[in-house]
């Protein structure tokens, strides 16, 4: 069995990590989630060299964004609740990070894009795909920002709007991150799909919040905000085995909580064909995508399975 | 399955136990801790002025229980922290990021304004482990000069010198005259800097020219203080967990931001 780690992102014949993500060719089914690193090329740079298989950029809009005030992350039981509020510094001065990113990167980047509108989704993506961006991750599920993210997500009719209106605009592969903050989550999945989505993370951070006893302040200064980390895993894990059990074919990116092998592993047998993470750079540091490769790869061996690919929707069967 | 917490990174609400006045926009908050009286200099934490702001803080001191910070008053956050008293709430997180080493024989501390607060910590613990510590201080004016007299008693007078800017205390001129011609008379196995990122960088360029190690300690805008936002970053590291203390070598690899540019709160390159 060959490996791919030190092959630079070279093509192996024979790799059993590699996936075909909607077009998107990843040599590992390892993304960085976004909103984590996500500023600099400097900073995708070194999650490539980590091992992940592909990035997604901080969440961009039209506008540049200041985000909001500290606290902005507070550690929950399980995890880190975080409103940081959707800081970016717009498109067309992200659209030179994109560029410059896209000369030293080895690996797929793709970029988060949020709007108020659909038209501004739209015209963000088709400015960041013009740039160099090889896919689009729709931000319609971030869960502390009003007007966009999760406001739109939550609702089938206007998702399925803005991912029309995006298709139209780009070529590239759309990838939509989807809420959990929903009753029914395959209801938006469905709704995104058939408006032209080529794959569906799943998901996004649940809303959530912390206070303080002593001072009977919520600390975040927004109050509310995102719960991720291996709190989230099994809302998560669900998640994607519901996507997965009514929408046989949409390829999957499972997010929430994956800090190691395991949890990668129990996402693809859900249903999912990568895996996106975050949170756990907190604890793993960047090297976190290579470790999970790794066992990832060793489970594969011990199993006697021949690819990530054979594993994915496992646990359907029968 | 691995666990995403961190000890150090639970926010813990706390009192202040002892506030300093140290210049007339500079004052010293003491307050108990056990992690973070367990710091080492070059260490910091984030505070928590509740219903305000969450700030980075570079730690002064450390021991007993007890953790303190040095603040200028600079903005909303250090201004609402400036009129708290003894006996009020703040919250804390850390302590956070790497530390200086400890080195031996002949050492070097330069500092510039609020710099000073983490190189005293340092000082007190080199001072007994070293052949000799010499220490370069400088500020704006008079009043801003932190710690002349703590200092003065771990340095020996002739290893002490302070500058200003206006002359009103010590030689005027910036730290980068004296400490050139320090570096060009005497020999040093280390050389630690803190201070405003111009100094550092004209520092940085010193060492350079004659060869010598230097340790750096950076600021930036920080949010998560965890490695994970992106806010602090110069070049591929981060300054809350890959620093705040950078070598020489690191600092090579950042040459084209050092001094020159930063993130902004918006993600942008803003100057420094």
Redesign the interface.
């Known amino acids: 069995m060959q490996t791919i780690f030190g092959t630079g992102g070279k093509k192996l014949e024979g790799n059993p990590l590699r996936v075909n993500l909607a077009g998107l060719e990843l040599q590992n089914p390892t993304i960085l989630a976004s909103?984590?690193?996500?500023?600099?090329a400097?900073?995708l740079?070194?999650v490539a060299k980590g091992g992940a298989g592909a990035v997604v950029s901080?969440s961009i809009g039209l506008e540049?964004?200041?985000?909001y005030?500290?606290?902005?992350?507070?550690?929950a039981e399980?995890?880190?609740i975080?409103a940081?509020g959707l800081?970016?510094?717009?498109i067309d001065?992200?659209a030179e990070e994109i560029k410059y990113s896209k000369t030293i990167l080895r690996i797929p980047l793709i970029v988060s894009v949020f709007g108020y509108s659909a038209d501004e989704y739209a015209t963000v993506a088709e400015k960041a795909v013009a740039a160099g961006a090889d896919a689009v991750e729709l931000n319609v599920s971030c869960p502390h920002v009003q007007f966009t993210g999760a406001e739109i997500g939550q609702n089938p009719t206007v998702l399925a709007e803005v991912v029309e209106k995006v298709r139209a605009a780009v070529s590239k592969p759309i990838i939509v991150k989807l809420s959990p903050n929903v009753a029914d989550i395959p209801v938006t999945a469905k709704a995104a799909v058939e408006a032209g989505a080529d794959a569906l993370t799943a998901v996004n951070t649940l809303k959530a919040m912390a206070i303080?006893p002593?001072?009977t302040?919520p600390?975040l200064?927004n109050i509310k905000g995102g719960l991720?980390?291996?709190a989230v895993?099994p809302v998560a894990l669900r998640c994607v085995y519901d996507i997965r059990e009514q929408l046989p074919d949409v390829p999957i990116i499972g997010c929430g909580?994956v800090?190691?092998w395991?949890?990668a592993v129990e996402f693809f047998l859900a249903g999912a064909s990568a895996v996106q993470v975050?949170?756990?750079?907190?604890?793993?540091?960047t090297d976190v995508f290579q470790s999970i490769t790794k066992g990832v790869e060793v489970y594969l061996r011990k199993k006697h399975f021949g690819s990530v690919k054979e594993i994915v929707n496992l646990a359907h069967r029968g | 399955m691995s666990t995403s917490l961190i000890a150090a990174n639970t926010i813990r609400t706390t009192e202040i136990v002892q506030v300093r006045t140290e210049s007339p926009t500079v004052k010293t908050f003491i307050m108990v801790d056990r992690l973070c009286s367990k710091a080492k200099p070059g260490q910091f934490l984030m505070l928590w002025i509740p219903g305000v702001d969450e700030i980075p803080m570079s730690i002064m001191d450390a021991g007993n229980g007890l953790v303190s910070v040095t603040v200028k008053q600079v903005g909303d956050a250090t201004k609402h922290l400036h009129g708290m008293e003894a006996g009020q709430t703040v919250g804390v997180r850390g302590p956070f990021g790497n530390s200086f080493t400890e080195s031996r024989g002949r050492v070097l501390l330069v500092s510039g304004g609020t710099g000073t607060a983490p190189l005293l910590f340092l000082a007190k613990l080199l001072s007994a482990k070293t052949e000799r510590l010499s220490f370069v201080e400088g500020a704006k004016t008079k009043d801003e000069l932190l710690f002349v007299r703590e200092l003065g008693g771990i340095c020996n007078e002739k290893s002490l010198i302070t500058t200003t800017e206006d002359g009103t205390y010590g030689l005027q001129c910036m730290v980068t005259e004296p400490l050139a011609k320090l570096l060009d008379r005497e020999k040093f196995d280390m050389i630690y800097t803190c201070g405003p990122e111009v100094m550092i960088k004209k520092i940085f360029d010193l060492t350079e020219q004659r060869k010598l190690p230097l340790e750096a300690s950076l600021e930036r805008l920080m949010r998560c203080g965890i490695g994970l936002c992106g806010s602090c970053v110069i070049g591929k590291y981060r300054v809350c967990r890959d620093g705040p203390v950078f070598t020489a070598a690191q600092l090579r690899e950042v040459k084209d931001e050092l001094g020159i540019s930063k993130i902004g709160f918006d993600g942008s390159r803003i100057p420094v």
């Open positions: 909103g984590v690193l996500g500023y600099s400097e900073s740079n070194r901080k540049p964004r200041v985000g005030a500290n606290p902005t992350v507070v550690q399980a995890g880190l975080n940081m800081p970016n510094p717009g001065v992200y303080d002593e001072t302040r600390v200064s991720s980390g291996p895993k909580g800090s190691d395991r949890d975050g949170t756990a750079i907190a604890l793993e540091d």
